[in-house]
């Protein structure tokens, strides 16, 4: 099993009176980001509910997947400028809600429609307990 790489880059917390982020980048997430950036524009984030690609974090050029008031913004990424979200189906928030997820990049392609797999990788959610005080 691999370790865990800790996040270099926390999102804002984007729920109200949170003040901790719930989600981060691990540095290879953010360095894939980047260059999906650069080929697609802005981006975002939908947490998979288990459809097509298990419960990974899936990337879709911004607006193309259409969130309602059924989704929950976790927070933001401000990478380089840019903002990049990341959202959860409010039904899975509350199975995830006392976890902290870090999204992390490994090789091999994923079977959803995340814009990362011509690139040969796929992205994946690593978490642990949320420290909240």
């Given at each position: 099993?691999?370790?865990?790489?800790g996040?270099?880059?926390?999102?804002?917390?984007?729920?109200?009176?949170?003040?901790?982020?719930?989600?981060?980048?691990?540095?290879?997430?953010?360095?894939?980001?980047?260059?999906?950036?650069?080929?697609?524009?802005?981006?975002?984030?939908?947490?998979?509910?288990?459809?097509?690609?298990?419960?990974?974090?899936?990337?879709?050029?911004?607006?193309?997947f259409?969130?309602?008031?059924?989704?929950v913004?976790?927070?933001?990424?401000?990478?380089?400028?840019?903002?990049?979200?990341?959202?959860?189906?409010?039904?899975?928030?509350e199975y995830?809600?006392?976890?902290?997820?870090?999204?992390?990049?490994?090789?091999?392609?994923?079977?959803?429609?995340?814009?990362e797999?011509?690139e040969?990788?796929?992205f994946?959610?690593?978490?642990?307990?949320?420290?909240v005080?």
């Amino acid at each position: 099993m691999e370790p865990v790489r800790g996040a270099v880059l926390d999102a804002a917390p984007a729920l109200p009176g949170e003040t901790s982020s719930r989600v981060g980048l691990t540095a290879a997430a953010r360095d894939l980001l980047r260059l999906l950036r650069e080929q697609h524009g802005p981006l975002m984030f939908h947490q998979s509910g288990g459809c097509c690609d298990g419960s990974s974090p899936m990337c879709y050029p911004e607006g193309d997947f259409i969130t309602s008031d059924a989704d929950v913004l976790l927070g933001t990424f401000n990478l380089d400028g840019g903002e990049i979200g990341f959202w959860m189906s409010a039904e899975q928030f509350e199975y995830w809600k006392h976890t902290h997820l870090t999204v992390d990049v490994v090789a091999g392609r994923g079977s959803g429609f995340s814009v990362e797999a011509p690139e040969g990788k796929r992205f994946l959610i690593r978490s642990r307990l949320l420290d909240v005080p």
